[in-house]
């Protein structure tokens, strides 16, 4: 057994440049492997429900890549099953190249990042379009009733590998509520330091 994902990228050009760079044997490691990494743990789904935002990238007809910034509130990227994961797409600029993309080629490729603890998931899978007179379950789950915005379809998405990258080289970045909670703290503190000395030169005799 191998992990998936290494079934997915090793092609032979790719092996061929792993040999080139002398880095096959070590690669090889994967191949070999006994959890193959197509089903999402707790660790993965507990990871994907805290996203605000994930990279991802389709392929065009004409063989160019295209990759795309998704966001939303946190948790909008919603797990359905240990195999399947959703998102609920509201109207955009209207160009649709993503939605175009995945109804010629279902394949998807997506970067999660968490970039407070430096850590990076990967996922690879087969995407399709679903709109709300066809599967309105489908759109029942993926809604988030705090978000008011307009469903025109949801994408969801089977996975086929995934692969936890190595933290070098990502910069730790924070979002304002992640500094508001690190920061909210500190102004707490000064405040009850700041009331404690006024109480404290308040009672300081006088001369």
């Known amino acids: 057994m191998s992990r998936a994902f290494s079934d997915i990228t090793f092609t032979p050009s790719v092996k061929a440049t792993q040999e080139q760079y002398g880095t096959r044997e070590g690669n090889r490691n994967f191949e070999l492997a006994d959890d193959p990494r197509n089903e999402l743990t707790e660790t993965e ?3 994907i429900q805290a996203r605000d935002s994930f990279y991802q990238a389709t392929v065009a007809e004409n063989g160019w890549p295209y990759v795309q910034h998704r966001g939303g509130p946190i948790g909008f990227l919603k797990v359905l099953d240990a195999r399947t994961i959703g998102f609920a797409d509201f109207r955009g600029n209207r160009q649709y190249l993503s939605v175009g993309n995945i109804n010629a080629d279902d394949r998807i490729s997506m970067i999660l ?5 430096r850590r990076r998931l990967k996922l690879w899978g087969r995407a399709r379009i679903v709109h709300e007179s066809e599967q309105p379950e489908i759109i029942a789950a993926l809604e988030d009733p705090t978000y008011r915005a307009r469903i025109e379809r949801a994408i969801v998405i089977t996975i086929e590998a995934f692969d936890w990258n190595c933290p070098q ?8 509520d992640e ?4 920061v ?24």
């Open 179 to 182: 500094i508001r909670a690190y």
């Open 113 to 117: 990042m968490d970039y407070p603890r």
């Open 169 to 176: 080289h990502i910069t730790p970045r924070f979002s304002e």
């Open 184 to 207: 909210e703290p500190i102004i707490a503190e000064n405040e009850n330091l700041k009331a404690q000395l006024q109480i404290l030169l308040k009672n300081q005799p006088t001369d």
């Open 45 to 47: 789904i507990q990871f």
